[in-house]
């Protein structure tokens, strides 16, 4: 079975502040690694996502997120926030054989990110 | 494309009643998956539907059951109502034929109120 931890339940950050939020996972097998973002009353949208290659992946709207194996970690970095950003971040996991993607996601409980103008 | 669509947007019901919950996926999207968000919790997969049968199921007791129907489209169930299934329901569509990654895409949800 796999997990997700996110320590930071809720992390405020000041306006062009750079922010990272942390996730770890658990698991006896390989996985794919995502974050999804979840805007107030709106479901979940893909932000980025970890398959395989570059340990470094980057979003469109700044965001980027690091694969480290030998920490079990794929934590989530913006070098400078805008107000637009806040919302609630999830990690997420799934395993990597079979059908690929369409495997169950096992989600962390979330980080509220607030941006402080 | 109009992406993933759920309905009913809200729901409040009684303990001990019955509720259907219902999805339609994105175009060209023949699996779906729900998932249970608790207040203040991430998303928990309840099960997931590929040719009218269930492939996949997490740790849900019986009372959650579903449907998928040949035009991809899915329903949820939950029968005797606790309080405790109070949460936002969301569905997640994809496409599972085919190599490669398939996204999952997540509807806007259901909020289910048990009172």
């Known amino acids: 079975a796999q997990s997700v931890t996110q320590l930071d339940s809720q992390v405020p950050v000041f306006e062009e502040a750079p922010v990272e939020l942390r996730c770890n996972y658990s698991s006896s097998v390989s996985v794919y690694l995502f974050w999804y973002v979840q805007y107030p009353n709106q479901g979940l949208q893909l932000l980025l996502k970890y398959l395989s290659g570059s340990t470094l992946v980057k979003s469109i709207n700044g965001f980027e997120a690091e694969f480290n194996k030998s920490q079990t970690s794929f934590h989530l970095r913006k070098p400078s926030v805008h107000i637009s950003d806040t919302a609630e971040y999830f990690c997420?996991?799934?395993?990597?054989?079979?059908?690929?993607?369409?495997?169950?996601?096992?989600f962390g409980t979330g980080t509220r990110l607030t941006i402080i103008p | 494309d109009a992406g993933v669509t759920q309905s009913p947007t809200h729901l409040i019901k009684t303990r001990g009643q019955q509720v259907t919950l219902r999805c339609s996926p994105k175009?060209?999207?023949?699996?779906v998956s729900w998932y249970q968000q608790a207040l203040g919790q991430g998303p928990q997969f309840i099960f997931q539907y590929y040719e009218e049968e269930e492939r996949q199921r997490g740790n849900f007791p019986d009372r959650f059951s579903g449907h998928q129907f040949p035009n991809y489209s899915s329903e949820l169930n939950v029968n005797a109502l606790l309080l405790g299934d109070s949460a936002l329901y969301l569905c997640?569509?994809?496409?599972?034929?085919?190599?490669?990654?398939?996204?999952?895409?997540f509807g806007p949800g259901t909020r289910l109120t048990v009172t």
């Open positions: 997640a569509s994809s496409a599972l034929a085919g190599l490669g990654f398939h996204e999952q895409y």
């Open positions: 175009s060209g999207h023949d699996t």
């Open positions: 997420a996991v799934s395993v990597s054989y079979f059908n690929f993607g369409n495997e169950k996601l096992t």
